[in-house]
């Protein structure tokens, strides 16, 4: 597909197990940024890769918190021992940003929905 | 600071009425760009439009149009006659660059009613 895809779409846990969430970015895009949208709220920035930079990682909430991406490709993003404050829906988004670029659209993934129980 | 405020949180319009969202800005960048995002209720963000902070003119897209005066730090969106297919949260964001990276602030959404 053309579109920035995440699985699973729905994830259930229970409370103190460790999650993976996917994410394939837009082929070409070397920008790739993870957010959180708690119910009802705005989206929260968490990291942001950028080529083969080293990640922004300013926006992850706690150390149980990290991300992984592969070149310019698959990103995961892993929650340690969850919580659950952890309930929320993960979006990726990917653009085509260079350092430098004047221009920069993100494009996001359909999410995936946590549930903590 | 960097901020996006998106003060309603919640408007209902009737279908063919015209709704404008608000959105209110700050920046130190003088070089930054605003961005709308639709969020259905399927989820998923769709990006509707990207304006630079050098360009002033007032953009329209069939029913939808953008109002952006750096005066007043806002960048308004309009949708005239809406329909019920309107109905979506709107996200409104700022980029601007920090330490040599890009960052994304996101108001916290208008959540847009269309009644039949």
């Known amino acids: 597909g053309a579109g920035v895809s995440q699985s699973p779409s729905n994830k259930v846990t229970e409370k103190g197990k460790d999650v993976e969430l996917r994410c394939d970015p837009i082929?070409?895009?070397?920008?790739l940024y993870w957010y959180r949208q708690r119910l009802g709220q705005g989206l929260e920035f968490l990291i942001y890769f950028q080529g083969n930079s080293a990640p922004d990682k300013s926006g992850l909430p706690s150390d149980r918190f990290s991300a992984e991406r592969t070149g310019e490709s698959v990103s995961t993003l892993t929650i340690q021992r969850t919580q659950q404050e952890d309930s929320a829906v993960y979006l990726c988004a990917s653009s085509l940003a260079r350092r430098g670029s004047s221009t920069d659209t993100q494009y996001f993934g359909p999410g995936t929905r946590l549930t903590v129980l | 600071a960097q901020k996006v405020t998106q003060a309603q949180t919640e408007i209902s319009v009737v279908e063919k009425e015209d709704v404008t969202l608000d959105c209110v800005y700050e920046?130190?960048?003088?070089?930054?760009?605003l961005f709308w995002y639709k969020q259905p209720p399927s989820g998923e963000l769709v990006f509707l439009i990207r304006r630079n902070s050098f360009d002033e003119q007032n953009e329209i897209s069939g029913r939808y149009s953008w109002n952006f005066q750096k005066s007043t730090s806002s960048f308004n969106f309009t949708i005239t006659a809406s329909q019920v297919v309107d109905s979506a949260v709107y996200f409104c964001?700022?980029?601007?660059?920090?330490?040599?990276?890009?960052?994304?602030?996101f108001g916290t959404g208008t959540r847009l009613k269309v009644l039949a």
């Open positions: 082929s070409g895009h070397t920008a």
């Open positions: 964001a700022l980029r601007f660059t920090t330490s040599g990276t890009y960052k994304y602030i």
């Open positions: 920046t130190r960048d003088t070089t930054y760009y």
